[in-house]
């Protein structure tokens, strides 16, 4: 592969316009950011004052222009105005210079930045700032995305709630402060699979009457749960050992200290980059601009059109080296000894599976207590349900406050058989779940089990009773992003399950036109 030079970056997708130059390291990092009088960010406010500090910027950190060999730029996601104003300036760049253009995606570069800043290898990522909360995985040439925000994320939910009370923009760090000398109260936890939400969350804390403190403190333990909760489900189904925490809520130290007490129990690594990598920044632009250059992956100026919806599983990795060895569990999915999942560890003897949710030293006690109680009773409940209902589902024997006893399913993980035949047999099981007004809540591969060619459900911990096709669409999309972040093969996959579905259930073509909806929600906002 050709070697470049420096590599001039620029990032402006929303309130933060920054400009660095990378050559093996940083050589120039200087940002410009932007901060309205009152409200949140006003894209158009937030791309005037882009436009008025380009050129200041750009000649802080242009020291040498003979030595720049290409430029990047934020393509997307982000905001129009501010897209716009930034690719203008890295087009006149490239054409004056005559060197070549890269069109970075916002989500990659913060991974990126973060893995050379780290040194970790292969991580699962949370990727968490105002508008973005996503868990990603590389597989096969791409940034896959296990699960997202379905409604917005983490930091405009933080910034929102503070607006609310008053307080300065961005409210995040005046919330961790706050929290600090807060007590916990319940509020809404929702999670559902590798997804998750915080509208219902936000509204709650809003409306809530507790002192200030106690309010900051309740909503970050409880959202930062949620995001710590679907980080280790992803490792669980990858067999990953690595976490990394990028974007600009990651500068929260409660965040950063639940994801490492996640990681010591798992014994997993974890890693979070030095504060100047983890907001916005112009470094991360120039740095996965040089690896995109390098790899061949250059822009000509006539296709350089900025795409607010820009997402990371939509660029190619062309610079990445060879695939781990293995990003899904080998072998039986029972052994002898105990297993254990993202949330539970199952005990084997004589025929039989003892499983037992563990208490997670990462959320608060009465969170913990609360969480453990509720979804024990849940899941032997629905287990029963969906069993009257026909789907296959293990007997029980045994229930106590935080253990269900059940039989010893012997079969093949989904996991490791995704055959379009198994697949198939999947969506008719979860079509007949669906139409007794279940939903499973936690429909990845790794909870589906194949037995003499029947699927058996497992695992329903989060399952509910409903008949909502919102909450139906956001099953199948949950199995769907499985799909897309394990195999190579999910489109086909993903055909095959809807065959299944709409033989057993008649309202299977709404379900999947709203899954789609969703997906096209998760896009940023």
Not at 62 to 78: H, M, N, Q, W, Y
Request: proline share 5%.
């Amino acid at each position: 592969m050709p070697r470049f030079g420096q590599v001039l970056g620029i990032e402006g997708t929303a309130w933060n316009l920054s400009a660095a130059v990378f050559d093996a390291d940083l050589i120039a990092l200087v940002s410009r950011p932007y901060s309205p009088l009152h409200g949140g960010i006003h894209p158009r406010e937030a791309a005037q004052h882009h436009a008025s500090v380009m050129n200041d910027l750009i000649s802080s950190v242009l020291c040498d222009p003979e030595a720049i060999t290409g430029i990047a730029f934020s393509r997307g996601p982000g905001l129009g105005p501010c897209l716009r104003t930034v690719a203008t300036a890295a087009r006149s760049l490239a054409l004056a210079l005559d060197v070549p253009l890269a069109g970075v995606n916002h989500c990659v570069a913060h991974v990126e930045i973060g893995r050379f800043a780290t040194g970790c290898r292969d991580p699962i990522v949370l990727y968490a700032s105002g508008a973005n909360t996503q868990v990603i995985g590389y597989l096969n040439g791409r940034y896959r995305i296990f699960g997202e925000t379905l409604d917005i994320g983490i930091g405009n939910a933080l910034d929102k709630f503070a607006r609310s009370k008053g307080l300065m923009h961005p409210g995040g760090p005046i919330i961790e402060q706050l929290a600090a000398t807060g007590t916990y109260t319940d509020l809404p936890y929702t999670v559902k699979g590798m997804d998750l939400a915080f509208s219902g969350l936000m509204s709650a804390a809003k409306e809530s009457k507790a002192p200030l403190e106690d309010v900051c403190c309740s909503f970050q333990e409880t959202a930062f749960a949620m995001c710590v909760e679907v980080t280790e489900r992803a490792m669980s189904l990858a067999a990953k050992d690595e976490v990394l925490l990028v974007g600009g809520v990651g500068a929260n130290n409660r965040l950063q200290e639940m994801l490492r007490a996640m990681c010591e129990d798992r014994g997993a690594q974890f890693f979070v980059p030095e504060q100047k990598y983890l907001g916005d920044n112009g470094a991360m632009i120039a740095y996965t601009g040089k690896l995109m250059l390098e790899s061949g992956q250059s822009l000509p100026v006539g296709s350089s059109q900025i795409n607010p919806s820009y997402r990371a599983d939509d660029v190619d990795v062309t610079w990445a080296g060879p695939q781990p060895a293995g990003v899904l569990q080998e072998g039986p999915p029972f052994r002898a000894g105990p297993a254990r999942g993202a949330e539970a560890i199952i005990e084997f003897e004589h025929g039989s599976a003892a499983k037992r949710r563990l208490s997670k030293r990462y959320r608060v006690p009465a969170l913990d207590r609360r969480l453990i109680a509720e979804r024990t009773r849940a899941e032997a409940r629905l287990i029963a349900a969906a069993r009257h209902a026909g789907v296959p589902t293990p007997v029980m024997s045994d229930i106590t406050a935080d253990t269900i006893v059940m039989e010893q399913v012997e079969g093949t993980l989904l996991t490791q058989d995704l055959s379009v035949k198994n697949v198939q047999e999947a969506g008719r099981m979860v079509g007949r779940l669906h139409s007794a007004g279940i939903m499973h809540g936690d429909l990845t591969t790794s909870n589906m089990i194949m037995r003499d060619g029947r699927c058996v459900l497992i695992d329903f911990g989060l399952a509910q009773v409903t008949t909502e096709i919102e909450q139906r669409g956001v099953d199948i999309h949950v199995l769907f992003q499985t799909l897309e972040s394990t195999t190579g093969a999910a489109a086909a996959l993903k055909a095959a399950f809807c065959d299944g579905y709409q033989e057993t259930f008649a309202g299977a073509g709404d379900v999947i036109a709203r899954e789609h909806e969703i997906v096209l929600r998760g896009r940023y906002q």
